[in-house]
């Protein structure tokens, strides 16, 4: 009777099996199998037998999602039920052609993160996979193989999958400034980064020693290894007091406890210029004597600071190098001294402190030296002067100057009224001082004793006459043209003597060179 074949599992048909080797001979690949091949052979060669085997197979994979903290250990459950024809168990990560194998059941690797919780286990193949990083992430698949008719391992079954998530946490933040020194004033950008956490969710926060700060938004990306980095930027505007100023990054993530913090202090990256002023020993300095020149310069940081003297562009060598002394708000004060001998030579030198801070261009600040000798009957004038003290010496010189002019400009203006109103032509005439006789006599009303006539500069051609009345006694003044030149009669001043009550007598006649002339007339009762 001819033996029918027996079937596999889900009905696939099988084709006949070469003949089976000698019970005692060697199998010519695998000498191991020797033992136990025939029974397990002969068993399949039963009718019906292989008909039976993975019809009853089952595999369980349970686990949908796991997740797990990076640098822990992982656990994927996988377990098998029922009879199955040979073929090994493997895990793989991912499915079609990007999967992998992490686990086989005929390799055994010792340096291998992934072992089996129960090795002898012929239903159990759970596995453990230690240290977990964040580019183990991905699903896993709890495979069954089984061997083709051409010794091929093929998939016979497979369990659902099982999707792990590694937590990673986020690096240390790292907070950066600028490349250069910016000085108080200046806006200068800072930047936090974090990264190699997962999941993708992520908060930052700035402050600046306690206060909160404004940021930027954060910009987050992606790793080739599942994880996710994250840079966020503020601009701050720094300060003169910012020397023991820090800036605070702040992460929060679901993976932490306590959030993570980055710092950086401002100090690395603020210059404050100083400010200098160069003082001498109080004026006068005689000839010979010793003047100490002192620059003081004040409130700069950082600390490297180099002063240097200078005597009309020579340099002057100074014997106590000082050093800069810190100050309670953190910036540093230095104060540097030099001698120099007042000889006549030197009057009006000009002493030079040169002061370059932080590597920038020198800076140079001056005073003068003015020394007198004072056994030559002068005074001593050693001094100093600055810049600033020259200039409101100047300032004030030239508002006294105005002033100056103001008044002298006044005092002309007024001069010149004064001439033009005693420039009137005029004639006075007054009665000389009467004798004893005369006061005794009755005084005679009509006696003309004073007169003065005006004349009007501008028109000299006018007669003009003054009388008292038709009985009194009158002056009359008559004028020509007067000619041009300085023989013009400006003023007269005529004194007229007693006019007794004689005859009239004619006027005289008027000189030839058309000059100004008066006569006086008088008419009796």
């Keep these: 009777m001819k033996r029918q074949p027996p079937s596999r599992a889900r009905g696939r048909a099988v084709k006949p099996r070469a003949p089976l080797p000698a019970p005692m001979e060697p199998h010519p690949r695998d000498p191991g199998r020797t033992a136990w091949a025939l029974p397990c052979l002969l068993l399949l060669a039963l009718p019906g037998v292989g008909a039976q085997l993975g019809q009853g197979f089952s595999l369980q994979q349970p686990q949908t999602k796991v997740s797990v903290a990076a640098g822990e250990t992982v656990t994927l459950n996988c377990t098998t039920s029922g009879i199955a024809e040979p073929g090994p168990v493997r895990w793989l990560k991912g499915w079609d052609r990007g999967n992998k194998t992490i686990y086989d059941q005929t390799t055994k690797d010792p340096s291998s993160r992934v072992t089996r919780a129960m090795n002898k286990s012929k239903t159990d193949f759970t596995i453990h996979i230690r240290n977990v990083q964040p580019e183990d992430t991905g699903t896993y698949y709890c495979v069954k193989f089984v061997k083709s008719d051409s010794g091929v391992d093929q998939v016979f079954q497979r369990g659902d999958g099982t999707e792990v998530s590694v937590l990673a946490k986020p690096s240390p933040p790292l907070v950066s400034g600028p490349e250069q020194r910016a000085e108080p004033g200046q806006s200068v950008p800072f930047t936090c980064t974090t990264g190699g956490f997962f999941p993708k969710e992520i908060g ?53 406890l306590v959030p993570l913090q980055g710092r950086y202090q401002l100090s690395r990256v603020l210059r404050v210029p100083p400010s200098v002023e160069v003082l001498a020993e109080p004026s006068p300095v005689e000839v010979n004597k010793t003047v100490t020149f002192t620059c003081l310069v004040k409130k700069f940081y950082p600390a490297n600071v180099s002063v240097s003297w200078l005597e009309n562009g020579s340099e002057i060598k100074v014997e106590n190098i000082s050093r800069p002394v810190e100050l309670p708000q953190g910036l540093f004060e230095l104060r540097s001294q030099v001698e120099v001998q007042a000889t006549e030579e030197k009057n009006g030198s000009t002493i030079v402190c040169v002061v370059v801070h932080d590597g920038r261009a020198p800076a140079s600040y001056s005073a003068f030296l003015w020394t007198s000798n004072p056994g030559q009957g002068g005074l001593s004038k050693g001094f100093q002067m600055d810049k600033g003290d020259m200039l409101i010496y100047i300032v004030v010189g030239v508002v006294c100057t105005v002033l100056a002019l103001l008044v002298a400009a006044i005092l002309y203006l007024i001069r010149t009224k004064q001439i033009k109103g005693k420039s009137s032509p005029s004639a006075r005439l007054h009665e000389p001082e009467k004798s004893s006789e005369a006061t005794t006599q009755e005084s005679d009303p009509n006696n003309l004793t004073y007169a003065d006539l005006n004349f009007d500069k501008e028109r000299k051609t006018i007669r003009r006459m003054v009388e008292m009345s038709q009985q009194s006694e009158y002056a009359c003044i008559q004028t020509n043209q007067a000619p041009n030149g300085d023989d013009n009669l400006t003023y007269a001043d005529l004194d007229m003597v007693h006019l007794s009550k004689a005859p009239k007598r004619p006027a005289p006649r008027p000189e030839e060179a058309s000059s100004e002339y008066a006569s006086v007339q008088i008419t009796r009762k």
């Design 204 to 256: 930052v926060k700035w402050f600046k020693n306690k206060d909160p700060m404004v940021a930027q938004p954060p910009q987050v990306t992606e790793s080739r290894v599942k994880t996710y980095n994250i840079s966020s930027t503020v601009m701050v505007t720094l300060q003169e007091d910012d020397v023991r100023s820090q800036l605070i990054c702040e992460v929060q993530h679901p993976t932490l």
